[in-house]
């Protein structure tokens, strides 16, 4: 299958967790960067975290401390910890991964945090 696969998405109430994982196609030997955006009901879709291909990675301030990026090469896959989850952290997850080739979008997952 060509592109991202996203999974992990879920409801979980106030202070909780939750793990978000992509699947890419693309290795990241080919790949510039690859990040998670979220896009809440009426509003405009938002980074919320990324990792460039030598491990850098930036965070949204309204995530940082919370939530944590990882990768794993060997499997080509993308995670997102999400702890300490608030209300406000509800919103439909998107992967992105930007390649030599093109960019990539996953089909999205929501998440929704409420008590």
């Known amino acids: 299958q060509v592109g991202l696969v996203e999974s992990g998405g879920g409801s979980v109430q106030p202070g909780g967790s939750l793990r978000l994982s992509c699947a890419a196609s693309v290795s990241w030997i080919s790949t510039n960067n690859m990040g998670w955006y979220r896009q809440a009901p009426g509003k405009q879709r938002d980074l919320v975290a990324s990792i460039t291909r030598g491990g850098g990675t930036m965070y949204d301030e309204s995530v940082k401390g919370r939530f944590a990026i990882a990768r794993d090469d060997a499997k080509n896959t993308l995670d997102l910890q999400m702890n300490n989850l608030k209300p406000e952290d509800t919103a439909v997850y998107y992967c992105?991964?930007?390649?030599?080739?093109?960019?990539?979008w996953g089909q999205g997952t929501q998440v929704t945090v409420s008590s």
């Open positions: 992105y991964q930007d390649t030599v080739f093109r960019e990539y």
